[in-house]
């Protein structure tokens, strides 16, 4: 197994992909300008944000299990010390070779660390996205995006100032925001696919309890749903407010106190026992949500229906 290799900075990113370094906390990179080539199986770390943009890509990139050649145009996110594979692969499209278009932009976290971005940074949360879900984008939403990093480009270029840090903090933020939209865009989209995905959640949380999983395991976790549907945790959030309002903790909190609802209604389990049932390990904090959901306590609940 190939040790895995780390950048921790962007001095060693240029150096490694023999660039000019213009800025030691960010970097634009102009990939058809560059000739070097990870080795099939490397895996890449670095304590920088990467931002990648391909119409076609030699190699290969997976993030954990998923796989993205980028050959749609796609882009992708990545927060530090997130894991990236390299696996190359024997090139015989030639129409495919001639497009080889496409940039990285790549910041430290040092350049927004005391900037109103490096407040707001963590809600950015397609950088804890799969690579499978990627941002796809259109010939015009490209453009904006391509027009963005030239920007940085551009003060990247001139001599550094008192205004410099701010103008480039500032046009990363507006390429981030533009990435926001184009998301919420990409989820209306694909609201049929997502349709899909609520009534496949909603099918395993209701398989969840009919299989006594919350006996061994306790309530069903954001992550565990997340992985029945294939994916990442923030994306499943992410699509849950598009779709119905709410993340996908509440999407859990909701079905639970359905149960509840149902249960109290139904039978004559003392408080403490549904709790139990429903896999909370203190009633107190069962009755705790019931009220913040309902407005009344289960108890409450239970005598006026």
């Known amino acids: 197994m190939k040790p895995i290799l780390h950048l921790s900075s962007i001095s060693e990113l240029a150096k490694l992909e023999g660039i000019t370094l213009q800025h030691p906390l960010v970097s634009v990179v102009d990939f058809s300008n560059v000739k070097f080539e990870f080795d099939s ?15 076609y890509c030699s190699s290969n990139i997976s ?62 949360s397609f950088f804890s996205y799969e690579m ?31 205004h410099s840090q701010n103008i480039i903090v500032s046009n990363i933020e507006l390429f981030l925001n533009y990435c926001l939209r184009y998301y ?8 049929p696919i997502n349709n899909h995905v609520l009534i496949q959640l909603e099918n395993y949380l ?47 909190h909701s079905y639970i106190i359905e ?15 549904i709790a139990h049932n429903l896999g909370f390990e203190y009633p107190q904090y069962f009755s705790k949500l019931f009220k913040q959901k309902t407005g009344l306590s289960p108890f409450e609940y239970r005598n006026l229906n």
Not at 77 to 84: A, E, K, M
Not at 111 to 121: H, Q, S
Request: with cysteine; charged share 25%; aromatic share 10%.
């Open 41 to 55: 199986g490397t895996k890449l770390t670095a304590d920088f944000y990467q931002i990648f943009f391909k119409n």
């Open 63 to 124: 993030y954990g299990r998923e796989k993205l050649d980028f050959q749609d145009g796609s882009l992708f996110c990545l927060s530090p010390n997130q894991i990236l594979t390299f696996q190359n692969e024997v090139e015989n499209d030639m129409e495919t070779k001639k497009d080889k278009s496409g940039w990285g932009l790549f910041f430290h976290p040092d350049i927004i660390r005391k900037t109103p971005l490096g407040e707001k940074i963590k809600e950015y």
């Open 132 to 162: 499978s879900e990627a941002l796809h984008l259109s010939e015009k939403e490209k453009l904006v995006l391509s027009e963005c990093v030239q920007n940085i480009q551009k003060e990247l270029s001139q001599n550094t100032d008192i």
């Open 184 to 191: 919420g865009r990409q989820f209306i989209i694909r609201k």
């Open 206 to 252: 209701r398989l969840y309890f009919k299989s006594n999983k919350h006996n061994d395991r306790g309530l069903p976790t954001v992550q565990y749903l997340a992985s029945q549907v294939n994916l990442s945790p923030n994306y499943l959030s992410d699509l849950l407010k598009n779709e119905v309002g709410m993340n996908a903790q509440s999407f859990i």
């Open 259 to 273: 149960e509840a609802k149902s249960i109290l209604l139904n039978s004559n389990y003392r408080i403490s026992e």
